[in-house]
Nanobody
Framework: QVQLVESGGGLVQAGGSLRLSCAAS????????WGWFRQAPGKEREFVAC????????NYADSVKGRFTISRDNAKNTVYLQMNRLKPEDTAVYYC?????????????????WGQGTQVTVSS
């Protein structure tokens, strides 16, 4: 059974950094694209970043471009999201996702597997 487990969330002051991890089990994910999404209270889940399964091609939401970096370790079935210069508006539950139908999926319905989420809170 495929399972994605996020970790690394927490409380940080504005301007600080966090590194999220997402470990996958129950399958081989070297041919999957990975993505990070976030959802703030009362808002829809929104795309943050993705990385392709080959070539390490990335894509970012404009709101995080230049501050966040997505990376992957295929040997460990793990994807990371390094978040720097965090802002209060980055506060949300962050979800990782995996999918193998698109090169750089950026929509919720383009992913097959989802984690349970990890809370990130940025205080001002």
């Amino acid at each position: 059974q495929v399972q994605l487990v996020e970790s690394g969330g927490g409380l940080v002051q504005a301007g600080g950094s966090l590194r999220l991890s997402c470990a996958a089990s129950g399958g081989t994910f070297s041919s999957y694209a990975w993505g990070w999404f976030r959802q703030a209270p009362g808002k829809e889940r929104e795309f943050v970043a993705c990385i392709s399964w080959i070539g390490g091609l990335t894509n970012y939401a404009d709101s995080v471009k230049g501050r966040f970096t997505i990376s992957r370790d295929n040997a460990k079935n793990t994807v990371y999201l390094q978040m720097n210069r965090l802002k209060p508006e980055d506060t949300a539950v962050y979800y990782c996702a995996a999918g193998n139908r698109y090169v750089r999926p950026s929509k919720v319905d383009e992913y097959e597997y989802w984690g349970q989420g990890t809370q990130v809170t940025v205080s001002s």
